[in-house]
């Protein structure tokens, strides 16, 4: 069989198979504390798509910018959907591969077939409300996430006015998960005590599975909630659009929402934090609303919250960088190295005031990620407020020293240790455009149960800690 080679000639590859190439394991100690070095040996041994071993299981890397695109932008060409897996349908993926946990709770991120394409319909009409800036909706998420910062800062702020703390966390970390309460409708605080069961399922530690089947069940008893008591929140506006929905479909649903915007925007506000507090003096400067959005979008660009997007397989034998990928075959399109491709990197230059939104960090195509307006709006409240009620926040570690943590799917910092002096008179709450007066009290939890529920223990915890 033969396949194209990316500088036009051609390798005769009859007979092998991505499983005969014996690829090397890509999760290694190198790949944790230098992904980019990995990158670019994969890119220097293989070109734009390489075989890689993940975790046992063999599967192809899509390094190359413009394979990417054309990977993302064929849905028909490269479908989502487990049931396309021909070694899943062989039987030749063992049953306690360690990311089966991540790829079998069936939702839309890694569902295809009929099925999805009236969900993601559903999704776009259910988020609509958050990300029209003039929606009431939208308001209201703006200042539940000022509100949320403020209680947040104010925790730190008992350790001392000046003085060192986490902020991821003390701050990014918990900040979406309230948020995520808040999109999901849970009555007052009782969410906070189920969302730190999802962050036992992406810590991956020895509790996950049984975090993850009490948050399974609670998010069900709320999906039952809103199907007998619909509010103005995530879930029943979704049940609005797509009535067909099962209970435990739509519980899923919540989970991918959960789990999407506990990490992937935590990861995005520390990320951003470190490049204001790191980044030239003049980002600084001018943390205008514009400029926060500005750094979010080259922050973003450099280091994506997924690295690599969740497996596509092959529809019928295709050629792909310098081999054939066959029909069945998993491909994982990794944006963290196909903004380091020559062809994408030496595109983007990093001396212009607006940079290139030609990226990957938010998909490309039919399948690109529907609330990324809903996540940028968050990061730059949250962000934004940061910088207002502290007068200086300086790193603890050297940037390049700050610790990550990764995933097959994910890169975030570990911790975000920073030297902080409390602003001495606080701000005033922009509450200008909220949606009514009185708006803090109607978003923020009775504070007594506030204190009492398990988040605020933990992070109370960290302040007695001193950390
Ligand atoms: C910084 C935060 C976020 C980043 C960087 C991000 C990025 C992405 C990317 C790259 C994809 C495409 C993955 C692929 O092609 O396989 C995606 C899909 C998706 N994202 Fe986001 N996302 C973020 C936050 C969120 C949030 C907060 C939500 C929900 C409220 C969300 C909902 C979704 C959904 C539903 C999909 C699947 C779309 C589909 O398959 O049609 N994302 N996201």
New binding site residues.
């Given amino acids: 069989m033969e396949s194209q080679r990316g500088d036009g000639g051609s390798v005769d590859l009859d007979g092998t198979s991505l499983e005969t190439l014996a690829p090397e394991p890509l999760l290694t100690r190198d790949y944790e504390v230098r992904p980019a070095l990995v990158y670019e040996r994969l890119r220097q041994q293989h070109g734009p798509v390489a075989p890689v071993d993940l975790l046992g299981v063999p599967a192809w890397l899509v390094l190359g910018y413009r394979e990417s695109l054309q990977v ?1 932008q064929d849905d028909e060409g490269w479908p ?1 959907g487990l049931e396309n897996w021909r070694a899943r349908t062989e039987g030749r993926v063992p049953s306690d591969w360690p990311l089966w946990p991540s790829l079998e709770v069936n ?3 890694i ?1 295809g077939g009929p099925g ?1 394409r009236p ?2 319909t559903a ?1 776009d009409v259910a ?1 609509k409300p ?1 990300q029209d800036p003039r929606h009431p909706q939208a308001k209201r998420l703006k200042a539940a996430v000022t509100a949320y910062a403020d209680e947040l800062i104010t925790l730190v702020g008992q350790g001392g006015a000046t003085g060192v703390a986490d902020l991821s966390a003390q701050f990014s970390r918990p900040l ?1 998960l309230m948020v ?1 309460s808040h ?1 999901l409708g849970f009555p007052g605080s009782q969410g906070d005590d189920a969302l730190m069961d999802m962050w036992r399922v992406l810590d991956a530690g020895p509790d996950a599975e049984a975090a993850l089947e009490r948050l399974l069940a609670t998010l069900a008893e709320l999906a039952a909630l809103k199907l007998e008591k619909p509010g103005d929140d ?1 879930p029943s506006y979704l049940l609005a659009a797509h009535p067909d929905l099962s209970l435990d479909q739509l519980a899923r ?1 919540l989970f ?2 959960l789990g ?2 506990s990490d ?2 935590g ?2 506000i520390s990320n951003t934090v470190v490049e204001v507090i790191s980044g030239e003096g003049s980002v600084r400067a001018s943390l205008s609303a514009g400029m926060v959005r500005e750094s979010m979008n080259r922050v ?1 660009m450099r280091k ?3 690295v690599n ?2 497996p ?1 397989f092959a529809a019928r034998d295709t050629p792909l960088g310098n081999y054939t990928i066959r029909a069945g075959d998993p491909v994982w ?1 990794s ?1 963290g190295a196909a903004h380091a491709d020559p062809l994408f990197a030496d595109h983007v230059a990093s001396g212009t005031t607006i940079s290139t939104r030609a990226h ?13 307006e ?3 709006a ?2 730059a409240a949250g962000v934004g407020r940061l910088f207002e009620r502290f007068d200086h926040l300086d790193l603890a570690l050297p940037a390049d020293q700050l610790p990550w943590r990764s995933s097959p799917f994910m890169r975030g910092l570990r911790s975000l240790p920073v030297r902080y002096e409390l602003a001495s008179v606080p701000p005033p709450r922009p509450w200008a455009d909220a949606p009514a007066p009185g708006v803090a009290e109607e978003i923020l939890p009775d504070p007594a149960a506030r204190q009492r529920s398990s988040l605020w223990r933990y992070l109370t915890g960290l302040i007695r800690g001193g950390r």
């Avoid at 990957?360 to 399948?367: D, E, I, Q, V, Y």
């Fill in positions: 993302l989502k939702h839309i991120l569902q999805y969900l993601r999704w988020l958050f979406p995520a999109l995530f649903e991918m929402l999407m915007t992937h925007v990861i995005l973003v994506p919250p997924l997007f969740v596509r399109v944006p990957l960090s938010w998909g490309a195509g039919p399948r690109q990620c529907p609330a990324r809903l996540a940028s968050v990061a």
